[in-house]
């Protein structure tokens, strides 16, 4: 049955039967995916976890025939290594499969799982919880957050066993200000640093912040520390030093958020929705001519303008760990992936609910099923 999968998946349409997940899946792909190609690239659209280092990618045979933009069918399996590079054990396997045109289009049709190096299920793109992120899992127990890296050897006996005996906790430096619990404390500064569009690296307990792709990364990444840099004492995450190439890169970190892209000009700081079409309008030619000015209201006061007063709007009222919707002019806000958030998406408003009135972002009334939760919100940043 494993030797036909390759061929059949080529289709763009497949039979529901060949939506393999979890341990199914690793049952027919576990034992035989050595045999495959390997390659070095990450394809387009690959989910996450796309962990760079010690690793090895395999994929079957379609994948490989695709070229950078994996076709239906496509599987790739990556195994994650821990340890040094000379002393290196098989830690976790992750296999994503691009399956079909009708599967699961918010993940862009991909399913995929991450595994024990024995092939127990970690976790799955149906069960990854609302703050895994980039190459970090998490479990929520009790109000605190675990925290793992892939290639973190504590992640199999957490999983298996439960709590670690040797652990650390960091109390209210989390999503929602939740405390955070680890293998090392380590795993936590680099999970409490990631931002989309952003690398970081962290030396000496100070953070390093560089624009994914850049030239002052790659400088960064050849020769170590540049002769030239700007220092944010205690503007970082869990009151970390930021350094960096450029103050205005330091701006943008600290006040990034998923979903958008930032720019800063003559103080005043540029919101995009991103893939907005005006970013590259904006990087090429400068200030739009068509925008919207809000003085004064976003981070410390600052000035942002943007193509879309919506676009404003919808960045100032998102913060990591809560979902939020606006109705009627009101601003309704939910532990992310919470049960009353589905109930509210099936059903609508609550029967009861909580009110704080002007009490959220540029004034907005603030409702929600648990006062917890919306004081939460209104203490984050």
Known sequence: ?????????????????????????????????????????????????????????????????????????????????????????????????????????????????????????????????????????????????WVFHLQDEALADFVSKGELAKHVIRPGIGPRGMTLKSSDNETINQFISMREGFTTSIEDGRLWVFVSGSDELADFEEHGEPAKCVVRPAAGPAGMTIKSSDSEVIDRYINAKDGFELRMAEGRMWV?????????????????????????????????????SDTITHYLIQKEGFAVTIEDGRLWVFADGSESHNSFLEHGEPAKCVVFPAAGPIGMTVKGADADVINAYLRSK
Do not use: C
């Open 1 to 145: 049955m494993f030797m036909l999968l390759p061929t059949l998946v080529v289709q763009a349409q497949l039979p529901a039967r060949y939506a393999l997940e979890g341990e199914q899946l690793w049952s027919l792909i576990g034992p035989d995916y050595k045999n495959w190609k390997t390659t070095e690239r990450i394809p387009i659209g690959l989910p996450e976890p796309t962990t760079t280092e010690h690793h090895v990618r395999y994929v079957n045979r379609v994948a490989n025939r695709s070229g950078d933009l994996p076709l239906y069918g496509s599987i790739i399996v990556t195994e994650h290594y821990a340890g040094s590079e000379d002393k290196k054990e098989l830690n976790a396997v992750t296999i994503a499969h691009r399956v079909r045109k009708d599967y699961d289009t918010d993940n862009n049709n991909w399913y995929w799982a991450h595994y024990s190096a024995d092939g127990n299920v970690i976790t799955t793109s149906k069960t990854s919880g609302p703050f895994d992120k980039g190459d970090f899992v998490t479990f929520e127990e009790e109000g605190r957050l």
């Open 272 to 308: 995009f929705a991103a893939g907005d079409s005006a970013i590259e309008e904006f990087d090429t030619k400068g200030e739009l001519a068509k925008h919207v000015i809000r003085p004064g209201i976003g981070p410390g006061g600052m000035t942002l303008k943007s193509n879309e």
